[in-house]
């Protein structure tokens, strides 16, 4: 059963077209690589699974949370939807930037307590964790 399915995928800027019907879908614990040219739109088909960036068009399933992005503007429950599947995808950006401003710590919480609202003292208690490996 997969566990990410994109179906008929399109994204345009303006008049430029840059995704035009993806269709993919992902089985747990396959890996998949997404490879093409610089401007091919690979980090642009990411970004619209994870709705850092808004498709124009398709269908976007990831661990049974199904946004149809028809419309243009997303009902409540798609809104849901979308917080969920960000709740659960993560994105490795090709530059690997900090908040210079932040601590290591706040830019370590900064996530958890933004997307996840959590606690302030438990974002504080899992990033030590993880800093003290």
Not at 26 to 40: K, M, P, Q, T, Y
Not at 109 to 118: F, L
Request: aromatic share 4%; with cysteine; proline share 5%.
């Amino acid at each position: 059963m997969p566990i990410i399915r994109v179906s008929h995928l399109e994204k345009h800027f303006g008049p430029l077209h840059v995704l035009k019907d993806v269709s993919l879908t992902v089985d747990e614990r396959e890996v998949v690589c997404v490879i093409g040219r610089s401007g091919a739109g690979k980090s642009t088909l990411l970004r619209c699974i994870n709705f850092l960036e808004q498709p124009t068009h398709g269908v976007i399933e990831v661990d049974s949370l199904v946004v149809d992005v028809e419309q243009h503007r997303l009902s409540a429950a798609q809104k849901q939807a979308i917080h969920d599947i960000r709740l659960r995808t993560g994105m490795v950006f090709q530059e690997f930037n900090l908040f210079p401003h932040l601590s290591v710590i706040d830019n370590l919480i900064e996530a958890p307590i933004t997307v996840k609202k959590q606690p302030r003292d438990q974002a504080i208690a899992i990033a030590e964790k993880y800093l003290d490996k």
